[in-house]
């Protein structure tokens, strides 16, 4: 959560805020609990029923000034809670990239022949036998790079998104 939230800032996204992740379903708990894991080593997954595992009971931490802080325990199993979350989290993440398609600083330039041809052979590091073999067959690759299919990342991204939130839904008998 903390790695992707942070990830959106390198890409232009929109940012996204504790807040904002606070009103995705289970959002507020998976912070708070976060928190209370890494910087107390709180065991938040304490409870285990009939194969399942709970959070038995409310969190009460202090924040970095000292402040109390009270974690409101979810109610029904870990597993629940946390497709619940994923799945609102994956949308969220999914409605910040979108303005991103297309986005030529994210996908990068197509390759240029003479470019590579210029980081190839021009190049101390790359063996002679190399550079003679891009040479004789500059032409295929230019052929290649021509016809290879566009590549967009924040398309990609969207996509795989789009198939962990079908999971959580399949997983949790939605639609």
Known sequence: MQSLKDALKTTGAEPLSWGQIAQIPHGEFMAKSRNAMTHDGNPVINAWV??????????????????????????????????????????????????LIGNYQISGANFDVEEIEIAVCGSDLIPPDVKALFTANKEQFRKSIVDAPSFDPVVKAIDELKEIRKYCKLALGQS
């Open 50 to 99: 009939d194969g399942r595992y709970f959070v038995a009971n409310d969190i009460s931490r202090y924040g970095p000034k000292g402040e109390p802080i009270e974690i409101i325990r979810p109610q029904g199993d870990v597993r629940t809670i946390c497709l619940t979350f994923a799945n609102g989290f994956c949308s969220t993440l999914s409605d910040r990239l979108q303005p």
